[in-house]
Nanobody, 114 residues
Framework: QVQLVESGGGLVQAGGSLRLSCAAS????????IAWFRQAPGKEREFVAQ???????YYVDSAKGRFTISRDNAKNTVYLQMNSLQPEDTAVYYC????????WGQGTQVTVSS
């Protein structure tokens, strides 16, 4: 079993920054690909960013140039640095790992005011 706990969300003004953390327990994350998703009210959950076990990174187009995903294997934690936040980034952000099945955290709320 893997437990994922997201943190770092909050209320920020447009143009501001937040750094989200996803701390794992129960299993080391280093051999796995980790992703961040988000879900805005009334919308489907959508992919935001992914970091592969190799270190390769992928982003949704709207996040390119503003968000950076990283991992600290020693801390078993994945981060999402979000800069130049906009109101459309408002959502609950979740981290995800697939180890036989999908594991999700409880999410952390990000609210960007205009």
């Amino acid at each position: 079993q893997v437990q994922l706990v997201e943190s770092g969300g909050g209320l920020v003004q447009a143009g501001g920054s937040l750094r989200l953390s996803c701390a794992a327990s129960g299993r080391t994350l280093s051999p796995y690909d980790i992703a961040w998703f988000r879900q805005a009210p009334g919308k489907e959950r959508e992919f935001v960013a992914q970091i592969l076990w190799s270190g390769s990174r992928y982003y949704v187009d709207s996040a390119k140039g503003r968000f950076t995903i990283s991992r600290d294997n020693a801390k078993n934690t994945v981060y999402l640095q979000m800069n130049s936040l906009q109101p459309e980034d408002t959502a609950v952000y979740y981290c995800n790992v697939r180890i036989g099945k999908d594991y999700w955290g409880q999410g952390t709320q990000v609210t960007v005011s205009s």
